[in-house]
């Protein structure tokens, strides 16, 4: 038999339509997570430090786009036709 099991798994919350890595640090990864928001995960050696280092909220409905922009992001809403800028802030 050929068993398949994940190796690690993180809770994203609010169901992911679309993932995104970064074109230049590949262990960052846009996520969006469509009732949740946007969230940036940082993919760690040892994959029980992965974690979000950043979640963005700011649209008022459902975020399915999401792309980098150098650094910063763009996500996009469905319902509230929005394309938003942002970065995330340290601190």
């Known amino acids: 038999q050929n068993r ?3 190796l690690y798994s993180l809770n994203l919350g609010g169901g992911v339509w679309r993932m995104r890595f970064h074109p230049q640090k590949r262990n960052s990864i846009l ?3 469509m009732y949740d928001g946007a969230k940036i995960v940082c993919l760690e050696d040892s994959l029980a430090e992965t974690r979000i280092t950043c979640h963005y909220t700011n649209h008022k409905s459902i975020v399915y786009g999401i792309s980098w922009l150098h650094d910063d992001v763009l996500s996009a809403s469905f319902y509230d036709h929005s394309l938003q800028l942002w970065q995330c802030v340290d601190g």
Do not use: S
């Open 4 to 6: 398949r099991a994940a």
């Open 31 to 33: 996520a969006a997570c």
